[in-house]
């Protein structure tokens, strides 16, 4: 891939990560009922080491979460070369920040995501095939 | 404890061969990357394997060291691994920091390679 095209092919994936990011904690915080349609049917999550594998466990482990705020402070993305994958779209997203959960203290987080494509005559929608979160001071906590 | 996935035994093989190379000789890195890889190192992008090890080999320090807190390790749905550090590590005689790491592995004629890296330190956190 020419460096040109490498690049606009990053800023569109930037672009598109940031808005998903935006959307996902917003709704993680606001509308936690409603998280799991950003996920694939088969996605999984490893939460501060465990693992949560399919919807039905997912939206479980949402459930039974406490409510959040999050702070995103950070974010890097990458779109993952045609070579890494099969068909679809791909992107990498890693966020970090704080977050505090009802009835904890404050944490600084990590998370990333891969996001991928599903698009339809119209739009793009992404969701996520992989998600994992840790605290920071996970060893501590 | 059961044992561990397949995809966990690859990616923790991995993690301690990168980091060990890391610390030790850091001109070695290039075997793990491929013309095809992405390296974002606190929010700049470096793409291909010369452009990264380049990168790498010309951080501003003699002596490092990682030690990792907590590693992650998660099959794609096209069977490449998402290996994420949570560590800290030392540089010279610089405060200990802390600092998360995230890979995509993919399998290429029989060996795992590094085809995305995202690196970043934990700024805020002390210890």
Not at chain 1, 2 to 25: G, L, P
Not at chain 2, 17 to 39: E, K, M
Request: glycine share 4%.
């Amino acid at each position: 891939m020419r460096k040109k095209d490498f690049k606009t092919y990053v800023d569109q994936a930037c672009r598109a990560a940031e808005e998903f990011v935006s959307i996902y904690y917003d709704t993680m915080d606001k509308r936690r009922q409603a998280l799991t349609r950003l996920y694939l049917d088969k996605a999984t999550l490893i939460w501060n080491g465990n693992i949560v594998s399919g919807l039905d466990a997912l939206n479980n482990f949402f459930d039974m979460l406490p409510s959040s705020e999050f702070q995103v402070n950070m974010l890097d993305c990458q779109p993952v070369h045609e070579q890494a994958t099969q068909s679809q779209t791909t992107i990498l997203v890693v966020t970090s920040g704080t977050v505090k959960f009802d009835g904890n203290k404050q944490h600084y987080f990590n998370q990333n995501f891969l996001l991928t494509a599903q698009s339809t005559p119209n739009n793009t929608v992404w969701k996520i095939a992989s998600d994992c979160f840790r605290f920071q001071d996970w060893a501590s906590s | 404890m059961g044992d561990k996935t397949i995809w966990e035994q690859i990616g923790s093989s991995f993690i301690q061969h990168y980091y060990q190379l890391f610390d030790n000789d850091r001109t070695q890195l290039g075997a793990i990357y491929v013309d095809a890889s992405c390296l974002t190192w606190e929010g700049r992008q470096f793409q291909g394997k010369a452009a990264i090890v380049e990168k790498l080999c010309s951080l501003p320090f003699q002596k490092i060291q990682h030690s990792i807190t907590a590693q992650d390790h998660q099959p794609t749905p096209d069977s490449c691994i998402i290996s994420t550090v949570v560590g800290q590590l030392k540089a010279d005689e610089d405060p200990i920091v802390g600092f998360h790491q995230m890979f995509l592995l993919k399998n290429i004629n029989d060996a795992w390679v590094c085809t995305n890296d995202m690196f970043r330190l934990a700024l805020h956190s002390f210890g």
